[in-house]
């Protein structure tokens, strides 16, 4: 394991559901196991059994239920695996059932975005009452190893940091093709992500040929949440789960 | 029918965005304008919008 390693920001989005950031001195494998943790291993309250009261709507109870585990909840982090939160939403047409109508027992767990509609409900003509969606769900807090609904962490992935070297100039006849390369590059210490120049070396390096190279042990993630938790306390709980697994086998191997 | 919840690819949720892009690309805005600016940036989430089609109206007389 390095000891000794080191985190730069590139960039956050907005609402804290987005970031970017470089991690020097740590082995390939180490940064795996951070993304793999940050998917598989952060856990996240998601709706998981429900009862339903009444469903006149034109979808089936378990379409409905479906659709109300897909919603992320914003997630304490006082919660131990396992354990539940009771959520309500009942909802009368003409009109839509919203995410955001669903009410819960915990004014700390909320839906994260409350404009996802659930269901359209109508009021057919000839029928004597509209159509009504009244449910009770029970959110069980668990690890997206378990369902993909528990996954805090959306597309999270790594590149490498690299660097371009200038290794002379350009065929002067040759084609202008661009040469395209995406993510973070540092120059002298700087760190540039591609964006700045499209993407694209010839642009930033017109009339050179240029050879790029990984910097070894230096990786750019990009991590987005659903928003059942922000981006820093994904990435804290990430590591503290590979922590405590270390730790876990640690005590159990007896030299 | 409904909209997706979420990306089938990546999981982002998409649903939150489907009535202001339906609502601005009826008004004849450009979709890629609006999805750019709604942030859905990915073309795996941008066609769950681009090719979603409500279907609640069709099926809702056949209850």
Known sequence: MAPDYDVEFIDRGDRDREARFLVRDVS?????????????DVPTLSIDEVRVIENSSV???????????????????????????????????????YSGDLVSTDDRVEPADKNVPIIDLKD??????????????????????????????????????????????????????????RGV??????????????????????????????????????????????????????????????????????? | MMVPVRCFTCGNVVGEHWEEFKARTQDGEDPEMVLDELGVERHCCRRMLVSHKDLVDIVAPYQ
């Open chain 1, 28 to 40: 390939p494998a180490f940064a795996n196991g951070i993304r793999r943790a940050m998917i598989a």
């Open chain 1, 59 to 97: 979808m089936f109870d378990e379409q409905i239920a479906l659709r109300l585990g897909l919603v992320p909840l914003t997630t304490p982090d006082d919660y131990e695996i396992g354990e539940t939160v009771t959520l309500a939403l009942d909802v009368e047409g003409p009109g839509t059932a």
């Open chain 1, 124 to 181: 057919p003509e000839g029928s004597e009452t509209p159509q009504r969606l009244e449910v009770e769900a029970d959110a069980v807090y668990d690890v997206g190893r378990e369902h993909a609904k528990h996954q805090g962490g959306v597309a999270v992935g790594y590149r490498h940091l690299q660097t371009v070297e200038i290794v002379g100039d350009a065929d002067e006849y040759g084609d202008d093709d661009p040469h395209i390369l």
């Open chain 1, 185 to 255: 590059i540092e120059e002298d210490g700087e760190l540039i992500p591609t964006e700045e120049f499209d993407h694209d070396l010839t642009q930033r390096y017109p009339g050179k040929e240029v050879e790029v190279h990984d910097v070894p042990n230096a990786f750019v993630f990009h991590v987005e949440t659903d928003g059942s938790m922000s981006v820093d306390e994904l990435v804290t709980q990430a590591v503290d789960t590979i922590h405590g697994r270390a730790s876990e086998l640690k005590d159990a191997v007896q030299l």
